[in-house]
């Protein structure tokens, strides 16, 4: 039996791999189906494991899931035995025997290993405190439908260095852009990520200042100070203010440029309002792209 086609991070992947789901999610979005067929996962089944909150991933992978013609279950820490102890691994074996794929957003990016190593069927990352890759996935098609091919241009990291940063960095390196990260010292990336990164070949600079970071690029990204799991909200918010994105830093930045964020939002700390609901924003198209994007995931991951 081949082994299952995961989808866990941006890294893991070739670039053909990665521009292959692109070229999917981008048709699926037009209406055409790369193989001419309306339901290609018609009865297929995903299960949805959450270990945090979701409003965005949740919805779009069910209701992607559905377009495809499949179905979901969706599971919790709290109403599953994962809540009593069952372990990772067994509850992989025993999914596998059930489902086509399995979705997991979880803190500990070591459940999600556990979970694609002993599970037959391909695991999603919907998020860990590491990375979260089809939120990338879905930023990389946004860009490239606002300003063309991506390679070879500009992206700004104003804030936390966190796990949607990590999955930029991740992407910085297959796509081939640069990608300029402003973070404080104590929320910069894994400086093992950045030596990843340059044995890469990739064009992946921290600076300290966001407006170093944001002169002249093509696209600025920012996400929330206190990501999920977070505990040390006060020395965020004091460290992070300087890297808030408002129209002084977005002037900053090449004419065109857009503002992404994944959302959600907290208006007037990372992100000013002017910024998010000003022209510049694609964070509306970014939250679409989700369903697209990760329908060119599901599409690749079952063949
Ligand atoms: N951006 C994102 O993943 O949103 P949710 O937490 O709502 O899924
Ligand atoms: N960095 C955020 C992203 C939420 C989609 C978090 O992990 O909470």
Redesign the pocket.
Known sequence: MDAPRHFLDIDRLDEATLRHILDWAAALKRGDSPDGDARPLAGRTLAMIFEKPSTRTRVSFEVGMQQLGGHVVVLSETNTQLGRGETVADTARVLSRYVDVIMIRTDDPERLDELAAHATVPVING?T?RS?PC?VMADVMTFEEHRGPIAGRVVAWSGDG???AASWIHAAVRFRFTLRLACPEPFGPPPALLDWAKAEGGDVTLVRHAAEAVAGADCVVT??WV???NEDAETRHRLLAPYRVDEALMARAADGAVFMH???AHRGEEVTGAVIDGPRSAVWDEAENRLHAQKGILAWCLG
Request: with cysteine.
């Open positions: 998020l405190d979260h939120q966190n796990n949607v996400d929330v990501s999920m799991g994944c959302l959600p």
